[in-house]
């Protein structure tokens, strides 16, 4: 299983950027949980939002509210849509897949918020 993630870039506060990880080697429903997070520098990596076995959604509480997440079974990718950036949202973003005993991890995409 590989996960391809795309569309980081460099965008203004306030502004929206939307990432992808178009998974192959698997179906993407056959991946119990999926999820993006996030590494700013000198810091952990941290999750930022999951979509869980059964289909529950949960958010880190910095992005409630901004940051919305999704599954496209027919596109066999996941989505991160990412609304009203901010400064502290500059970080790498990775998407995750974890089936059973196996984790899979994207490459990561740089997200540069700033003016």
């Known amino acids: 299983v590989q996960l391809q993630a795309s569309g980081g870039g460099l965008v203004q506060p306030g502004g929206s950027l939307r990432l992808s990880c178009a998974v192959s080697g698997s179906r993407i429903f056959s991946i119990n949980d999926m999820g993006w997070y996030r590494q700013a520098p000198g810091e952990q990596r941290e999750l930022v939002a999951g979509?869980?076995?059964?289909?529950?959604?949960l958010y880190a509480d910095s992005v409630k509210g901004r940051f919305t997440i999704s599954r496209d079974n027919a596109e066999n990718t996941l989505y991160l849509q990412m609304n009203s950036l901010k400064p502290e949202d500059t970080a790498v973003y990775y998407c995750n897949g974890r089936r059973g005993p196996y984790n899979y991890w994207g490459q990561g995409t740089l997200v540069t918020v700033s003016s």
């Open positions: 979509i869980i076995r059964g289909g529950s959604i």
